[in-house]
């Protein structure tokens, strides 16, 4: 029986694939490729963008500059430019290795998975993709399928820390956490300066419910991080607090992270769900918003946005938006639009 | 010195340290303001009242103390007397305020001794239970040995009390709404029955507005009748309106039940004070209302049936009575239809644990043919009478043990006459409470289900950040028609995953365009150029072959498709369909394109030399029935000539046509299909060749 899948991320095609650019275009895409290779990241850029000023729907030119925005780490504009390029053409193992890279680092988890399980109507993937597509698994909660990958790289390479993370990662999912934790350990060893990995270590105490050790490695991770690296701890320190059901020590975790990244759609996610519990839905409403504007596929603001509008009796927009949660893959979700609420 | 009085009397004021005085209808104080004689008559009109002591009094006196209590409301003696009037009125909720100025004045038990005990029944009723339980306490220890039935009285209410405690303490999540004007009058309005869609909704009103009598009672009220609303979808309520003559009358009518088709309603006809009987009436096929006749013989007797529920498919009916033989006041019956004889079988008294030795009433039996609502005085109530549930259990023919519903639905005074919709997101009941129309009114209850916990990111496990080890720049793309098709071989009767040869051949052309391996769980995943109408067939030593179609179109181009191939082993009973046997049309004419498929037929039948098997041709729904038959039996046999010109004994293969019987897919789903290609799928499924093995 063969059925068309509906692809998670489907736009509407604004324009077709078209190999037939002008040469002025061509030529400049060429030029793009020289400099790119070359590590001239911005004038390649530059030639790119010259090259799709003249043909808007040159695909190619679009995920190269995907492609030097996330080595530049501007991942939100990777995918940007990732997405303009599937816009266009939607089978090219390119496209599908940068986009999906470019999913995982903005924390799309399931989409990323579909691009890069893709690439191998191409060719095999690279340990890189490997890489990328198992810890895409991991966000996406598969952590079996993760579990075949993970330990193909780290068999390859056990003095990697990332892969040694990585391990942990499945570990953590597959609840192994004193493995979990050796591989964490094993992973500083070889890499002391990646304090990430004390939330790793905080969240699998917190599983194993000892919650000192786990307060010791988020306090440790605050101390040891700066700025923007400091929000991960903070989220982890507001969900501890909440945890404990101490609601205004959370909120003070989630406001000190949201002064540090008023960008991070997750700590806003996050004071809008403490502010639902405080039953300041109008407030919370407007943090849901705010969230959604920084990350349209945040299935939590979607999902609580719907809690806070039917709190404030507004069911059929909380139904609304617990359809949006259920497509961005909330399954809290469907239990919601299956209700009575959605369904009269 | 005035000066310093008043400022002082303002400063006392400004602080709030008020005392509350006694200030008695006294003729050296009042006798000078107009009114005040008249004010005295009422207080003694009242009193006449008030001294009788019945509930019909209590209600007779208030308006006469209310009189009273306009020209001067300090008097710690008309409180009391209104407070006690209160308690015994649907307005009970006004007491604690008149109860509470009588104690603050320092009101004691010399002047008033029962305060303390009406005190304890207005907090009871005000949700404050642990004031309640310590003033019922307090009265306890003035009874006296011969105080046996107070005494009784008050421990169930301090039983009422800790249940009420334990109630609020973990609320049920609901909104309570008032139905508004459209629905509610400043008249009595209650007893709500609804249709299991929660589009009819039908209750009692005492209103002037449509009333078809127009004549009052003893009461000074208006005879009941029965109105009605509907609405739409996700609409709300229109206004209500008198059901008519056919139903109401000049006397009492009372809605009781409505079947959950919302056609056939039963209602409560007075007969005295002790008697009353339940009558039914259905709706004719123009949606009228029939004539209401007596519900049954075995159902109404002399004592007072009052209220009642039909099940879903109205075999069952589940009414209340009074009458001899019962555990102790009302009692929940049930009878059967007699479909024999066209009427109600004997009633049985459902008995433990639903029924108790007090009052069971407003019963109500959910569509879900399982779950009976009811009101009971008897059960775990916090005040009065609470709304209960119980659940019938088919396979013992026994009813759990009837839970509370909780807290706000129930409250510490009487709740009753509650109907639930089909999909129990809604509930309705009649109230009196602050804020409504005056009198009783008709509430909806909106439940809200579980607390919803919102969701908390995570920050999540991070991974580290791997260095980009090689730039993968993209040059111009070559192909761009192509799409993806994935999917999974398995073993039909074990489920498990396969891993055969998967070949994709131009159906047009017989060229290979594709092979594929799946790998060991069976899966694959490939690239495939449009522009093709492919034959893709699975194939494995021993299995049966799998055959699919695919046509794919530039217009495809990026979409995703998924092929999953079902494949069993070789033995008798085993089947499978061949999709790409192509004939002209509406011939039996075996087109060029149909041979691959029926060359893989060929080697497997050559690989089981002793393997026999039957074709069966399918057409599709196109065309009359005995073309069909003969067209779809012509062409298998077309295929076992062609079988047999490779060299396979013909007695090895048997034919059959079956036309259209045996549609893949149904002409209803081909209708509904939106666009003409969807359409010619649908029926190019419908046409194909079974091979089923009939011998091995």
Known sequence: MKKVLLFAFLFPLFAMAQNGYSEEAKQAFVQGNEAYNAGQLSEAFSLYKKATDLEPAYAEAYINMSAIRFEEKSYKEALAYGRKAHNIEKVQYSIFS?????????????????????????????????????????????????????????????????YNVLMGNVNFGLGEYDKAIANYNKALEIKPENKFIYSNIANNYIKLGEEEKAISYIDKGIAATEGVEKVAFLILKGNYFRGIEDLDNAEKAYDEAYAIQP????????????????????????????????????KEAFFNRGIANEMIRNVEQACSDWEEAFILGSEKAEKFLNSSACNE | MKKILFLLALLVGYNGVSQVVDEPFDKMVLGDKPGFNNAIREIKLGDLHFERGSEEDMAEALPHYMVADSFHSKSAYLNYRIGVCYLSSTQKYKALERLEFVKATGGNEKDYPDLDFHLAQAYHLDGQFEKSIALF???????????????????????????????????????????????????????????????ELYFTSRRPEGNIGKEKDETGY????????????????????????????????????????GKSLITYHGVSRKNGNLLITRKDANGEWEKLENIGSSINTDYH????????????????????????????????????????????????????????????FHPDNKTLYFSSSGHRTMGGLDIFKTEYNAETNEWSEPVNIGYPINTPDDDVYYVVSGNERYAYFSSVREGGFGEKDIYQITFLGEKKEPLYASSGLVSGALPIAERAVAENYEKTDMVIVSGQVKDKDNGGGLSSVITFMDANTNEKIYEVMPDANGNYMMVVETGRNYAITST???????????????????????VDFSMQRLEEGAE????????????????????????????????NPTLRIELTGHTDSRGVTWYNNALSKRRSKVARDYLVSKGIASNRIETKGMGAKQLEVSDEAIENFATVREKEEGHQRNRRTVVKVIGQ
Not at chain 2, 168 to 174: D, E, F, N
């Open chain 1, 98 to 162: 940068n986009l999906g890279k470019a999913y995982f680092m903005n924390g799309i988890y399931d989409s990323a998975v579909y691009c890069l399980e893709r690439i191998t109507v191409f060719k095999p993937l690279t340990d890189e993709e490997h890489y990328f597509l198992a810890a895409a698994k991991v966000g996406a909660e598969d952590f079996v399928g993760a579990r075949v990958i993970a330990d193909k790289l780290y068999q390859k390479n056990p003095n990697n820390s990332d």
């Open chain 1, 263 to 298: 960008n991070n759609a997750n700590v806003i996610v996050n004071q809008a769900a403490i502010l639902i519990e405080k039953e300041d839905y109008k407030s919370a409403i407007e943090k849901c918003n705010l969230a959604i504007s920084k990350n349209p596929e945040s």
């Open chain 2, 137 to 199: 306490r307090g009265y306890k220890e003035t009874l006296g040995e011969s105080d046996a039935e107070m005494r009784f009285f008050i421990n169930k209410k301090i039983q009422e009390c800790k249940v009420g405690m334990e109630l609020a303490k973990t609320p049920v999540r609901v909104w309570v709404d008032n139905l508004g004007p459209q629905v509610n009058s400043k008249y009595s309005d209650f007893g709500p029955v609804i249709s299991a869609d929660n589009r």
């Open chain 2, 222 to 261: 208006l005879y009941e009748d029965i109105y009605f609303s509907t609405r739409e979808f996700e609409g709300d309520w229109n206004a209500a309106q008198n059901i008519g003559t056919t139903v109401n009358t000049k006397s009492h009518d009372a809605t009781v039940g409505l079947s959950p088709d």
């Open chain 2, 305 to 364: 049936e009052e209220a009642a529920t039909l099940s879903f498919d109205e075999k069952k009916l589940f009414f209340v009575t009074d009458k001899p033989g019962g555990l102790g006041g009302h009692d929940i019956y049930m009878a059967l239809w007699d479909e024999a004889k066209n009427t109600w079988g004997e009633p049985v008294n459902l008995g433990a644990p639903v029924n108790t030795e007090f009052d069971e009433k407003g019963v109500f």
């Open chain 2, 540 to 562: 494995k030593a021993g299995y049966t072959l799998a055959s699919e179609n695919l046509v794919l179109r530039s217009e495809d181009e990026g979409k995703d498709y998924v």
């Open chain 2, 576 to 607: 499978f369909v061949l999709r790409n046997i192509y004939f002209d049309f509406d011939k039996s004419t075996l087109r060029h394109e149909s041979v691959d498929e029926l060359n893989r037929l060929v080697k497997i039948m050559e690989e």
